[in-house]
């Protein structure tokens, strides 16, 4: 079967730094998508990988390593206006998108 | 440029009662999806269109139905609501090109739907 794995729920405190893990197993690999979703809000992009690698965008960065079915979003110089849940997804090898849980990440002062 | 609009916002069914949700947008955007989110779940795909009279199944695809007649529109049906089906709705599209889907998804505001 196919399966992103997420941690549930992550704490950081406003200026830090927080690392959120996504491990993935799924049925072929075209790329993997972090999105931001604040609470009762859609989705929004943040970053595609697919190739192995950092990718930096402003505070936000995202790694991914294929042989190990692993990729992680870095964000820096937290703010308050960063607690949401942060979605991992694969696109498998018909090009769907298979989605993680999300990771909700609450900042505090 | 409005996006992706779906209507209506919030939405409270009885038991068999039919609905559709609506979603149109103004991208010119040939990909569209719907999802369904439910506590502590990923994003699960019911249907999706690769262009105006195309459509096909996603996961989770039992109780809905889709069509696409033209490019900005894309409307969900639920014909008879049960209480499984209660969710937060997503409608969004992506520009793809060769088959290959990996563009970006952007997607509407959601849908939150009760079935009681």
Redesign the interface.
Known sequence: GQN?DQP?EMTATEGAIVQINCTYQTSGF??L?WYQQHAG?????LS?N?LDGLEEKGRFSSFLSRSKGYSYLLLKELQMKDSASY?C?V?DSN????????TKLIIKP | NAGVTQTPKFRILKIGQSMTLQCTQDMNHNYMYWYRQDP??????IY?SVGAGITDK??VPNGYNVSRSTTEDFPLRLELAAPSQTSVY?CASSY?TG????D???????TRLTVL
């Open positions: 992103i549930t075209n790329g998508f809000e859609a989705p929004t992009f595609y697919v979605l997804a696109l090009y769907q998108l298979i989605w993680g849980a999300g | 502590g779940m990923g994003l699960k795909l999706y996603g996961e997503f793809s088959g290959t889907n990996t970006t998804q952007y997607f509407g505001p959601g």
